[in-house]
């Protein structure tokens, strides 16, 4: 299954765009550099003798500024490795992403809807600017980033969200 097929995105994601990696806005990039060789190990590039994370290491919050200052580094070259994959990419309100959250199974099963309040989390940054990613599995509507994701709705900002396409 993929995400078009989900039961509550694929509705809000049919008609937006689908860009190449290497065309995709730089924080969209950086996020997902992040999310694919630094949180795992899905663009692993073990040959590059420079680069030092991959499959969560290391985890520790300290190691943050490290790493996305080696992501900036490597950019181009993960543009040049996976430049062609193609992700979905587009803006979404806080809303619609809440509707299809308060449809997934770890809601309606504990019989909770997801609601934001309080005051924006600064702990990872000042001012969220990632996108978040969505999920392929029907029982979901985030794959990563809600941290991300509540900082956008409590600031009631549009959402930066990408997806895989394949």
């Known amino acids: 299954m993929n995400v078009y097929q989900h039961p509550r995105l694929g509705k809000l994601i049919k008609d937006k765009p689908v860009v190449e990696f290497k065309n995709l806005p730089v ?8 999310y694919m060789a630094v949180d795992g190990a899905a663009w692993a590039v073990y040959e590059w003798e420079d ?39 587009c803006m979404m309100t806080p809303e619609s992403l809440i509707e299809s959250i308060n449809g997934d ?5 504990r019989g909770l809807k997801y609601t934001v ?11 969220p600017t990632w996108p978040v990613f969505l ?8 794959q990563d980033g809600w941290t991300r994701f509540e900082n956008y709705c409590q600031r009631n900002w549009l959402v930066p969200v990408t997806w895989y396409v394949e």
Not at 65 to 88: C, P, Q, T, Y
Not at 105 to 109: E, I, R, S
Not at 135 to 142: G, K, Q, R, V
């Open 27 to 34: 924080d969209f990039q950086r996020a997902i550099i992040h």
């Open 51 to 89: 680069w030092r994370w991959g499959e969560g290491k290391p985890i520790h919050p300290k190691f943050r500024a490290m790493a996305l200052a080696d992501i900036e580094k490597s950019r181009h070259r993960f543009i040049e490795s996976w430049g062609n994959v193609r992700f979905g990419c």
């Open 105 to 109: 199974k770890n809601f309606v099963k």
């Open 117 to 127: 309040t309080g005051s924006p989390d600064t702990s990872e940054y000042d001012v």
């Open 135 to 142: 999920s392929h599995i029907p029982d979901e509507t985030l």
